[in-house]
């Protein structure tokens, strides 16, 4: 059993990082961001923004079909709409029905489900306090009180933890911001019959921990690249103890860092091939032009490309 000291230590100690993140790197990283887009593109972003919001509430209502393969995400009061727009797009782009799973990260409120259940009335949204049940009873504090400390604080670990925990078979995360232009063949072949892992290449390595670290704790090499944005797992293959450990260790020798879901889920690929959505048709950072008139299958919009998401992404997903 874990002391409760030890764990209280472990807690202040990733509060430390917290407030060092919130206080120090989030307003330079803010301020340079400002300082490279400009306060008029700025302004002109947000506007953009609220006005994809409110267009979600105008997409038409789907309807199901019987037996249909499912996409999972974690959401919230700040992505619901985003949420939205992907499974719509990749619906709509599709041709057939795909069942959102929405995992709340405890900020939805009643009005945002109204609004996604309008759109997809047969979406299942699981509820925060379901998924904190479930936690404590297949991933109790005691036995794996790092994995329970960090996806607190870090809500990107909540796409491996409460999504797969206690669960079987295989899963296809998407990230919220992300848009559908064309019949996704990849992601429907992978969705009909999955047999391994999938995942979308980045625009470079970025996992946040050492290629030496990482390589020692999962016992392969790890593949360049990965980016989970797209993330195809099969829940009972994930050894639990395992993570709490490598979660553990990343933290003790490394620090904790952005990209640590990445990192372990790019060690628990590693392991075995892996089916690699096509670079050219699942496009990570898409440039302005790209994003004007989309050639490609897919757009994930991260970084320097988030503007073009807010400004054209969405408007193209309607036409």
């Not at 059993?1 to 407030?19: D, E, T, V």
Request: net charge neutral; charged share 20%.
């Amino acid at each position: 059993m874990l002391k409760l000291n030890q764990m209280q230590n472990f807690a202040k100690g990733l509060s430390l990082g917290k407030i060092a993140y919130w206080s120090y790197y989030a307003p330079k990283g803010r301020l340079q961001k400002s300082l490279k887009r400009g306060v008029i593109n700025q302004i002109g972003d947000q506007q953009a923004k609220r006005q994809m919001e409110a267009a979600a509430h105008q997409l038409p209502t789907l309807t199901p079909t019987p037996h249909p393969d499912r996409i999972y995400f974690l959401s919230g009061r700040k992505f619901w709409y985003q949420t939205c727009f992907c499974a719509y797009s990749l619906i709509t782009r599709s041709g057939t029905y795909i069942r959102p799973v929405i995992y709340d990260d405890g900020s939805l409120t009643q009005a945002d489900t109204a609004a996604i259940r309008r759109i997809f009335p047969d979406a299942e949204i699981i509820a925060a306090a379901v998924t904190e049940a479930t936690l404590d009873q297949y991933l109790p504090i005691g036995q794996f009180p790092t994995l329970r400390s960090r996806r607190l604080e870090y809500f990107n670990l909540r796409k491996l933890t409460d999504i797969h925990v206690n669960s079987q078979g295989w899963k296809l995360v998407l990230d919220s911001d992300m848009l559908f232009f064309r019949q996704p063949e990849f992601l429907l072949n992978w969705l009909a019959s999955p047999q391994q892992s999938c995942y979308m290449v980045d625009v470079e390595t970025a996992y946040g921990y050492s290629a030496q670290l990482m390589q020692r704790l999962a016992g392969v090499s790890i593949p360049d690249k990965i980016n989970v944005g797209i993330c195809g797992l099969q829940s009972e293959s994930i050894d639990w103890d395992e993570l709490e450990y490598w979660c553990k260790t990343m933290i003790e020798l490394e620090g904790t860092h952005y990209y640590q879901e990445q990192a372990i889920a790019a060690m628990l690929m590693a392991r075995q091939p892996s089916a690699i959505a096509p670079a050219q048709d699942y496009i990570l950072m898409p440039s302005q032009s790209e994003a004007q008139t989309p050639q490609a299958v897919m757009h994930h919009y991260v970084a320097d490309s988030k503007p073009w998401y807010f400004r054209y992404g969405w408007q193209n997903c309607l036409v």
